[in-house]
């Protein structure tokens, strides 16, 4: 038996060797393809939707539109295309009006700078033979109440044109001469008026360009062109803001100013109302106040005498203004809501921590004062006794920031350590 046994031992490790040569072992595969990671984004936009200096309300004081490169052209014959600026008409070929465009002269145009736009220079061959329309458009912001006897808009259009103000048809010129100075389009302003919104305006011009056949047209004898001034002036109450206020709606910045005043006097005081906005992941945000410039100008007599020394190069401005900044629900009035920082808090306080949560808006309330800060009730007071003489002439610059970071993984955010980061 021990010898079976052993036989048929030898005889089965032989076939498992030779049926592992020839044919592959039962197996069985599962694979989770194209796997994946990718880093998150987020993306802070900034408004400004209200401003208030010595309580009275910043509003878009007047406002000049004209027809230049920052008109876009957005569709070809009432097709969409990937939307490019227009061009001056006459920069490349070279210098060439066509004789008949007499709309130029009007004196409101020469006034404002506008001159004639295309969407190429010169005309597209092919545009000369065939009727074409091009359509531009030109975005604005606008905030306040508007004076509408004071509202002025005038068009030259080679050839026939149609105007939309938002979504709205205000006007067209079905005429073949939109060129010349007696066919021009002017609109009242009294029409243009009620279909102005607060906030982000789109104008749309669809300009005809008529087909020429005998002789047939080229770039010489049948151009294509747009020319237009759009006016409006708003009632501002102070003509001070005309140079000092600015609004804007959801951006990323460039330029833009939160303040911007040049007479700051004891007691003076101001609010403006902020609304952050932030993608794709929820945030902690702060704003802060770096970059402080604050220098003497000139030493007057008034701040030797409160204790300036007359060859002194730092100013005391910033010592002077104080800040109080609470989370509104939009109208960027003080009502009781929950406190950020302040009020008499120091100018460069960094203001946080403000809780965003994706693709919502939050409204910051925020007021500055030229004195001492406080709260009676809901009101925010501001008294310049504490300010005095040392500060006069003094010039105060500063970046006011708005900052995020992600709130994931970030449990012990802190906006007073964000400082660093800005430096």
Same mark, same amino acid.
């Given at each position: ?150 509202? $002025? ?10 105007? $939309? ?82 609004? $804007? ?118 007021? $500055? ?55």
């Amino acid at each position: 038996m021990k010898r079976i046994i052993l036989g048929l031992s030898v005889i089965g490790i032989v076939a498992a060797v030779a049926i592992g040569a020839t044919v592959a072992l039962f197996n069985d595969t599962e694979t989770s393809a194209g796997n994946i990671l990718v880093a998150g984004t987020m993306d802070l936009k900034v408004d400004h939707l209200r401003q208030t200096y010595n309580d009275v309300d910043c509003n878009t004081c007047n406002l000049t539109l004209i027809s230049n490169p920052s008109n876009i052209v957005v569709k070809r014959n009432g097709v969409s295309v990937t939307p490019y600026p227009a061009v001056f008409v006459g920069s490349l070929t070279p210098f060439f009006i066509h004789s008949a465009w007499t709309a130029q002269n009007d004196p409101d145009l020469v006034a404002a700078g506008a001159k004639w736009i295309w969407e190429s220079d010169p005309t597209r061959q092919e545009d000369t033979t065939s009727d074409v329309t091009y359509t531009f458009e030109k975005t604005f912001e606008w905030y306040g109440p508007i004076l509408s006897s004071d509202l $002025w808009f005038g068009v030259g259009s080679d050839n026939s044109i149609k105007i $939309w103000l938002n979504g709205t048809l205000i006007a067209e010129n079905t005429m073949e001469f939109g060129y010349r100075q007696g066919n021009m389009l002017h609109i009242p302003g009294a029409l243009v008026n009620s279909y102005i919104v607060q906030g982000t305006n789109v104008l749309t011009f669809e300009v005809k360009n008529w087909a020429l056949l005998n002789p047939p047209g080229t770039p010489f004898n049948n151009p294509g062109g747009l020319i237009y001034k759009f006016f409006i002036s708003g009632n501002c109450q102070d003509n001070y803001y005309k140079a000092h206020c600015q609004l $804007w709606g959801e951006k990323d910045l460039t330029n833009e100013k939160f303040f911007s005043f040049d007479d700051v006097k004891p007691g003076d005081r101001g609010t403006n109302l902020i609304s952050l906005h932030v993608y794709n992941n929820d945030a902690y945000a702060c704003l802060i106040t770096s970059d402080i410039v604050d220098v003497e100008e000139t030493v007057v007599d008034p701040e030797i005498t409160a204790g300036d020394n007359i060859n002194s190069v730092v100013g005391e401005l910033s010592q002077f203004i104080k800040v109080f900044a609470w989370v509104d629900d939009g109208n960027g009035v003080y009502e009781g809501e929950t406190v950020i920082t302040g009020p008499n808090a120091s100018f460069n306080t960094a203001i946080g921590n403000i809780s965003l949560v994706a693709s919502n808006t939050q409204y910051i309330g925020f007021a $500055w004062c030229a004195g001492t800060q406080s709260l009676s009730g809901n009101n925010i007071l501001c008294d310049g006794s504490s300010m005095g003489d040392i500060a006069q002439t003094d010039i105060l610059s500063a970046s006011f920031t708005a900052y995020a970071e992600q709130q994931r993984n970030n449990e012990n955010f802190s906006c007073a350590s964000t400082t660093l980061l800005l430096n």
